[in-house]
């Protein structure tokens, strides 16, 4: 099937048309990647057999070798004869090896002792190895941004409007924050990832056959393999392991589907703080030749919309009946797709901010538009603290006062035989403030660089 | 890229790896076919232009012939250029036409006039051509089983529990008219799509600069598609038209869910009433040999629970800013696959339920079972008609004790003096049916074979 | 319960807080409205029976007169004794009727031929009397809007960005048309809503007891009720009709989401075409007194932020087990939820919008901004018409000259070369329309006066 | 408004109507509770200045005394003069203290400070003082039966089919393992929740005017509370946190619907495992006086049908523009009725559970259904592990003989000439064990009580 033949826009347009991503996601996301998953679990399974004298380690060494040379489409052939993955998988490896071998391919297993264990160490190995580096990258680069930007006066914004001044390093440290947070959590979670290898109905029914502590051989097979076994399983794993991940991982995309919205909106013609960068080849629109759209900020909002609720997908798939119901063995085998999904959003959005223009001069107009207006919160407080006891409806007129005379608020607050005996109680700093609302940021850069370094603590960066 | 190297389980799985699937599919839901539709589009939009003596006949003739070579490679590997891949598509066409040719390839039009309307009419047909049949088929399908079984008495069953006497038969009407319900409902969506030249903010901005009445410019080229524009466009379709035929389409899903869902547990070991036909290679489980799973039906609630919640993400693109943000570009991107899952499930549905083996040793067993018990409804609607002021709670009553006597409900009712004078007031025909509740199957019967010719009328089987 | 003991914000603070709303819901969304309702059924069947002379006419109207004297607390209390809600609503009625009435009082019914007749009955009043009227009410208000502002120049946006002019009764006339189609849909879903009285397993058991044409009986107590059976039923109707109509209100929801942003972003301080009227005495921040937020805009988005999703339970509870299992019991009470926000958010955009403050300074100036840039698309294509082979890529170039240069897209036009022969073949008008973008509307105006007239006729308003 | 007027499920009937939930979520849940966690913190708040010396302390107390006094319905009386929810409870306390005391009312708070810091307390005080000890209650009753049955012989069963066996207890231990999990899931991020007094726009703009440190000073008042503070504030705190705890609650309630779904099937007529107990006087059903139905399984599992879909609304809230939107308001006030649902369900499970009838006769009877061919996987593994290149074809075809001749399994292997140089290798004990499957149980009871302790010891049971 060629690439464009796909269905999937992940297959035939983020994934499989773009080299950079398949490289880096092509060793766990794929088909390919989870077979090759589960030989290594096999492997990994007939290696501990033979620590355990149940075969000799030469069996071992020929399972493992016939492992290794096993192929997706040889398995799927298999499998169009007899109707069942694993035994397919099996049936590969044993038509590799001796017949001393064959019984002990795949031995005491069940299918889902295979199954979820490989899941669990793919999904954590993609977390870990493909996913993470994008999501540290995407972080060092809003830290750069932030620590660069720290002093650069802009408005803050709530409910669109403005509001009181911070910076723009801060409106970024937001971001680091939150993503930082994230990535912990990811991390964490994929860490977590458990294994099983507890048989068919998770009572090590099979294996107890062969082996004195099965509890301690499931400990072995999953430790040659840096997993650690759950708690209890049934014929799978714990589902709440992957749910975690799956949290984390979503949670992230909204992250950056929080920075991708302000951005967009940022580079709105009449805000025009920020724009992407364009390609001098590039065309903005089929029939408007001068546009210049955030194609890539709205790419990562729209991927976030298309992958967010799977989550539903990952809470219903928690319900099993019994010792396990297949419900979940098709649904399942999506979840690579949301980490795909955020990969590519992060390396999008990545590379947006890297090269991300920052017009200060729209940055500072924006802010001059409402400079006068700004000063009501800090002389609402001030007078307050001066003795006031109605300041803040005191001060809510005036503004309304000040815009119907058409005048600056200071104008109006200075002139305001009300306010003169409060305004006196003021310190020469405080008046210079109310003058001056772009000395009003609080902490903002302190507080920007205090994040930065925090989160470079944190995540080792 | 090759097939096994795919990400989404829909490529390599079940359209990818099926050879039948794959030809149903392949001409309305890869990326080969989105640009198809493209073509389409633009070929339809030049042959306008030559009617309204816009270009000539001959040019739109050259442009119409160039646009059937191009293939999704060269879009792809233009737009890797100019980063946009609609002016993309236009380049592939103008570079393979004459300078006279060249200005009429996608003149006046925007991108989304021919994004819009490519994929309404791509979901459409993919709808009409694709998904209806097999949903037709599924519903011929429940059809046939409904009339075999129509007299096949069964225990109907609520919370789990035995509850009153149908058929079989009725059992499958249920679903006979649901999914005929939704397969009107899904057949009207698909035809209600709509198209778009109204140009990028939807006034006609471009087009009236070249035609008198652009509407009925608009009306043409999307007659020769056989689509209707909608109401008002803005740079896009309406997203309703789209909403309604994907709610159609998972609420199609939902009622195949729902009959998956039953034989499922109708397949459980200690009922047994039907059975997934079971190939003499096909292995059961890696390591219980015996074992004959539902491995279709779990498969088909599977789908489901991965496919249903991407109804959240159509709700979310309802919502684009002004007249029109790319929000919504990667996720549309996407709706082909829930038409692709759902005509999937509804063949793996059909096939199963094609090959249902329906046990009677089971269902009748199973009727045995709390053969006593049942007839307490119709005892006590006889005895309330027969004058018995609280005969519900009388019942419910005889039907403890029966427990505790461990006697059957007639023995305890026919031998209880309360219920003697009411007993008397009934019909030899009304006793009889107390003693023999498999009589007691209301209009299973004659209901399953109406509700099945009402709806080979409506869907014209 | 006092109002603020509630948990939900419905009940608190969005409908037990506000007297207006509280008036139109109460006849149909809380408790009491659907036991009253549940009231109505029990009395249609028990006149019916005196019709079909099982009882007396006397003890219909007995039966019928008790009913309307039942209470919610009184049922509630029954129910905590017995644990069954319908058999403690039977228990309050009988004990309201003499002894010869008792028997008839749900005679041959099950509770789920009262619950969901009564609740499809509740939904499609609740949707005709009160949603669809507070819908239409908006759906004139925006009519109103979009005619006064025919003419009121606008840019077009999209991706956020300035693109081509329009005029902002075009920009509304978008909801008309969607929100219009929505209500259509709605008023469709909810007259198709159906009710039963097939039994406890949907094959009539109870009732073919007793009448000869079970079918026509059931058809009988419903037309009572203005509602026409379901094709089929088990113990309940089937599921899709309320999922259609709980799609329709959903959606209808989404174009009020997308009202409700395109007005948020318009009042955004750097665009502020249009405002939120703010009362006198109105707060607009605890801290900052000069705010005025688009609060009810961001009202009605958030709430379906809350709602929308709420369609993950109606198409999960499709899915119900043989006959039915009780698992959608609980979930389906929130039903009444969706319909009282969707109500409540329509009444809080339809007064925001009717007393939408349009700025139209700022919408001229917004125009001017990039006034000139707005001639390349007119000018790619009249270029194009006279003859130009690359036409999009000239002015693509030129447009990023005049960036460079700092004069105005026309400036470098007019005076470059290339374009000189092709500008001699323009027209005037169109070379005034180069000039003079503001022309550029295509029929923004005209479509507008359609599309209002188009849904006042379909809604007949 | 009366509680049967609710709209709200919650509030008439799961919550309102129940006198024990109210008492256990009335401090923490409804409005009351909300205003008076929003008057703790503004409480916080002045002591701080108190100690900060920017009041007086018999300014404090004077504020701390009023704000104990102020109602709900004060508050949204006075909000519905001035249209801001937050300066009504502002002016509420002022109304009630001295000249002196009214300006450090909420002195240089925003009302985000408040809210968003009374928000995370509220859910945190929620969750650790109501929803926890419910779930741990649950915990220890499952424990309970796991241990008390941990020797009960039970077939396991996937996909519905029995599998292999395992004990009751073991079946149980799932559950307690996976609600352990959760259990500590949710009290990590209970404890994890913060809080901001940061301002505005997080940048301690108002703060900084008069106090040296503002972050210590935002640790000061958030220390009083029992909260730490965020990394990182814009108006709001960061979502995450929430998202933490909604995800630890979600999941919880995805494994009671597990658990109920699982004692749902065990109930069904054929299975008969388990009971809902029944009350003398509870009816069953309206129609059906005998039925005995699992209602409270089913009502744990509608509704998390309903409120597990509510975590798209957490996810879509984490997307706040700039420093803040507002349209995360409305849906927020959402958040405490997933705790809410969560408990109730949990209250409803737990009772269910310690009146679990465990019906040993017939989990006795279903094990023995199926006995001879649960032999067939220690067979497999037995004859591959004495040396059979291919036991498990051998065994299956085995099986399908067994099946077709009408014979035990055992039968069919033990007279099977091809296996006998193979069963001579065995162990006396391993022949025992294929002809008494009973023993093939691994090491379920052991399995059980590890998983028992582990927990208890996790959770200081």
Not at 303 to 311: A, N, S, V
Not at 341 to 347: E, L, M, R, W
Request: aromatic share 8%; with cysteine; glycine share 4%.
């Amino acid at each position: 099937m060629d690439t464009f033949d796909s269905i999937s826009p992940l297959d035939y347009r983020y994934y499989g048309n773009d080299k950079e991503v398949f490289e880096k996601l092509q060793p766990y996301l794929p088909e390919t990647a989870a077979i090759k998953y589960q030989l290594m679990v096999e492997a990994a399974l007939v290696k501990t057999l033979a620590e355990k004298k149940i075969c000799s380690r030469k069996v071992a060494d020929e399972v493992e070798k016939a492992a290794k040379t096993v192929t997706a489409a040889e398995v799927y052939e298999e499998e169009k004869r007899i109707k069942h993955n694993i035994r397919a998988l099996v049936n590969c490896i044993r038509n590799k090896v001796s017949n001393e071998a064959k019984p002990y391919v795949h031995f005491t297993a069940t299918s889902n002792d295979i199954i979820s264990t490989a899941e669990s160490l793919r999904l954590k190995d993609a977390a870990i190895n493909a996913l993470l580096p994008q999501l540290l990258q995407l972080e060092k680069t809003l830290i750069k941004i932030a620590r660069r930007e720290k002093n650069t006066l802009q408005i803050g914004r709530t409910h669109g409007q403005h509001a009181e001044p911070i910076t723009f390093g801060f409106t970024i440290a937001s971001y680091v924050s939150r993503l930082g947070g994230r990535i912990a959590a990811a991390a964490a979670a994929a860490n977590n990832m458990r294994g099983k290898f507890a048989g068919a109905v998770g009572a090590y029914n099979a294996s107890s056959l062969l082996v004195k502590d099965a509890e301690e051989f499931e400990a072995s097979v999953l430790k040659k393999l840096g997993l650690k076994p759950a708690t209890h399983s049934t014929q799978i794993v714990e589902p709440e392991f992957a749910a975690d991940l799956m949290h984390a991982v979503v949670s992230a995309f909204g992250v950056m589907a929080n920075v991708a919205d302000d951005m967009r909106h940022l580079q709105r013609t009449e805000v025009g703080e920020v724009a992407e960068q364009f390609g001098a080849e590039q065309v903005g629109s089929s029939t408007m030749p001068h546009k210049r759209n955030p194609i890539n900020f709205e790419n990562v909002k729209s991927l976030w919309k298309e992958f967010m609720p799977r989550m539903m997908t990952v809470y219903a798939d928690q319900v099993s009946e019994h010792q396990r119901d297949l419900t979940n063995s098709a649904s399942s085998r999506f979840l690579p797709e949301i980490i795909a999904a955020t990969f590519i959003a992060a390396k999008r959005l990545n590379s947006a901010m890297e090269k991300l223009i920052v017009v200060k001069e729209n940055i500072r107009k924006n802010f001059e538009m409402g400079k006068g207006i700004i000063a009501a919160e800090p002389a609402y407080i001030l007078l307050a603290a001066a003795g006031h006891p109605d300041s803040h409806e005191y001060v809510r007129k005036l503004t309304l006062l000040s815009q119907q005379l058409q005048k600056t608020f200071q104008e109006v607050l200075f002139n305001d035989a009300v306010a003169q005996p409060y305004l006196k109680k003021l310190t020469k700093e405080q008046l210079k403030l109310l003058q001056s609302p772009e000395k009003y940021t609080g902490i903002a850069a302190e507080k920007t660089e205090k994040v930065c370094r925090h989160w470079e603590k944190v995540l080792k960066l």
